[in-house]
């Protein structure tokens, strides 16, 4: 990928679609969660899957009938799976468990009821039932079955003291953390707020909101949050151009702006590379959640520097360790594509050894050291950083995953009683 104009980044997007193509299983219809060995699904690589295939005919990657089909199976497949407070459940109170057996959907590794990865489900089944809007039999299937998933999940249920909870497990109850301070979490609300059947009370985004932090760093002022997918994720889906919430009226910007200056917060950081790693320039960035080159959940020590394995990395304040995650990049097409098309580019050149079978590697480390100029490269391939790159290339190109879900009812609901107003909200989605 030496150049990354719009007909090489289709190509990335395309090889990147792939693993949603193989990694999947084929009776359940459940994608893996990631690439290494004996990985079990997840709710979230699933989700994303539904949107991805939709890409994927779009672009004619797959004839629409096929693509309908699978997104059909696993839809049918999660709503016949068993819901209650088993500790081998699929799922309970309409949402489900982190990680899922592939093949039988049942919960693996004591893994949490996890309220984001079910609303990434959540928002893939909804965009899946947008786009497939034909008299198909698999096609009908998913705008019933999207529906039906929808509207089973109890978000009153998940409020843990006064806000939503991060999740829930059979053997201890609620995890001690729930959706507070500006990240992720934005989206999580907006399905809350618009379901028809169990939606909490608006209050519930005041008290969001009240929590941010906005901060003036590295001269840009903005809502904080250190790593770069926190200010992605929700915009995968939503398109925030143009529509504010009280919060973000007070500020005279929008959400999508807010995530343009949190970019350029990265390329600035990078710029000045203030810890010294090896290979940070204006044009090398992406400090998000990734995979690193230390263990997986902890830290190694080298050359007096330490290393993390997975870990939230993030900017200004850390968790940094020289781990850069091209995915993340890559992610910010639509926010700012005059810093990401050169980045590409950069990476493209200096490090030929991040194009992989699906795509960029995840992430790498050129200050830990390796056998080519990217030193340290995962070896694996994660869903959840996959489905981003489809998903945001897709809207960078035509927006088609935000004109999907403007045409949701449930997102224009949820929007509203969250406060939000102005832009495509007033037009009833029209806008392009």
């Known amino acids: 990928m030496a150049d990354p104009g719009i007909d090489t980044i289709a190509v990335l997007q395309e090889r990147t679609f792939g693993y949603f193509l193989r990694e999947v299983h084929p009776g359940t219809g459940l994608v893996y969660d990631s690439t290494r060995p004996e990985s079990p ?13 939709a890409v994927a005919a779009d672009h004619g990657i797959l004839p629409r009938a096929d693509a309908a089909a699978q997104v059909a199976k696993a839809l049918r497949f999660l709503l016949d799976a068993e819901q209650s407070e088993s500790p081998d459940a699929t799922g309970a109170h309409g949402f489900f468990y982190h990680f899922l057996d592939p093949s039988t959907g049942r919960r693996v590794w004591e893994s949490e009821l996890s309220t984001v990865d079910s609303a990434i489900f959540f928002a893939g089944a909804l965009t899946a039932a947008s786009y ?11 705008r019933e079955l999207a529906d039906a998933l929808y509207r089973r999940a109890d978000w009153r249920w998940s409020i843990w003291r006064t ?6 497990k059979p053997e201890s109850g609620f995890l001690p953390y729930d959706w507070r301070g500006y990240n992720e979490g934005l989206f ?7 379901s028809p ?15 941010y932090q906005w901060r003036l760093l590295l001269g840009h002022e903005y809502l904080y949050a250190g790593p770069l997918f926190t200010h992605q994720l929700s915009h995968v889906w939503i398109d925030f151009r143009g529509i504010q919430d009280e919060y973000m009226r007070a500020r005279h910007i929008d959400y999508f702006e807010n995530s343009r200056r949190a970019t350029l917060v990265q390329h600035d950081y990078t710029k000045r590379n203030p810890r010294g790693f090896k290979g940070y320039t204006g044009n090398a960035w992406g400090i998000s959640a990734s995979d690193g080159p230390g263990p997986f959940a902890g ?19 850390g968790p940094d360790d020289g781990t850069l995650a091209p995915w993340a990049l890559v992610a910010s097409l639509p926010f ?31 200050t830990y050291g390796g056998e080519g100029p990217a030193g340290w490269v995962c070896e694996w391939h994660y869903a959840i950083d996959q489905g981003p790159v489809v998903l945001m290339v897709e809207n960078y190109l035509s927006g088609l995953i935000w004109r999907a879900l403007r045409k949701c009812q449930y997102i224009r609901d949820g929007l509203r009683r969250a406060g939000f107003s102005g832009g495509w909200l007033t037009d009833g989605g029209a806008t392009p």
Request: net charge negative; charged share 20%; glycine share 8%.
């Open 132 to 142: 497939f809007d034909g008299p198909s039999v698999d096609e009908y299937a998913i």
């Open 299 to 317: 830290s190694t020590r080298r050359d007096q520097r330490r290393f993390y394995g997975y870990r939230a990395r993030g900017v200004p304040f």
């Open 163 to 168: 806000a939503i909870s991060h999740g829930w």
């Open 336 to 366: 700012a594509p005059e810093i990401v098309v050169p980045a590409m580019r950069h990476f493209d050149s200096t490090y030929p050894e991040l194009t992989g079978r699906y795509g960029y590697e995840s992430s790498f480390n050129p």
């Open 188 to 194: 999580i609300y907006i399905l809350a707020l618009g």
């Open 41 to 53: 699904a997840s709710i979230a690589a699933s989700g994303l899957a539904c949107a991805c295939y």
């Open 197 to 211: 059947t169990f939606a909490p009370d608006a209050s519930v985004y005041t008290e969001w909101t009240s929590t």
